[in-house]
């Protein structure tokens, strides 16, 4: 089986040689910082509403009422997106600012950072989901690439 990259000839580009223009960068930079930033705010919300003192009048309460696991399914859902578009965020902002691709340190400084913001919000059965399905998307990076 030959290799994608024996493939090529002289002067073809590929996928991950193209740079896009601008303004798309510039616009979709916009669009992720801001689903950041609503994911952030929700998962900051579920952490307020999850303390002792309101947890029976707020809106996490009355999901555990009708079923505990939708709660944590909730909680690792939304770190998760958080991973994606704040990973996404970085990417396209180093990409835009210095013409240089994001390597993969950026991305695994997020993947910790993103565990341990887990971990100190909700608790380590949730942090362990959230990182499993973290790492699933990184694999998905990886797997973009040539």
């Known amino acids: 089986m ?3 990259s024996s493939s090529l000839k002289v ?3 590929t996928v991950s040689d193209e740079t896009p223009e ?3 960068m510039l616009r979709s930079t916009i669009f992720t910082v801001l689903l950041t930033a609503v994911f952030v705010i929700l998962g900051l919300l579920f952490w307020a509403w999850s303390s002792p003192d309101v947890i029976d009048t707020s809106p ?4 555990n009422d ?3 696991a939708i709660t944590i399914l909730l909680e690792v859902l939304i770190m998760l997106l958080t991973f994606i578009f704040l990973s996404v965020t970085v990417i396209n902002l180093k990409l835009m600012l ?8 950026e991305v ?4 910790i950072f993103i565990a341990i913001m887990t971990y100190a919000m909700f608790e380590l059965f949730v942090a362990a989901a959230t990182i499993i399905l973290c790492l699933g998307f990184v694999v998905y990076l990886y797997l973009l690439q040539d």
Do not use: C, F, Y
Request: hydrophobic share 45%; glycine share 10%; no cysteine.
């Open 108 to 111: 695994i400084v997020l993947l």
């Open 66 to 68: 009708m079923n505990p």
């Open 22 to 24: 601008r303004s798309a």
């Open 2 to 4: 030959k290799h994608k």
């Open 60 to 63: 996490v309460g009355a999901i």
């Open 98 to 105: 210095t013409n240089i691709r994001a390597g993969w340190t």
């Open 11 to 13: 002067g073809e580009r």
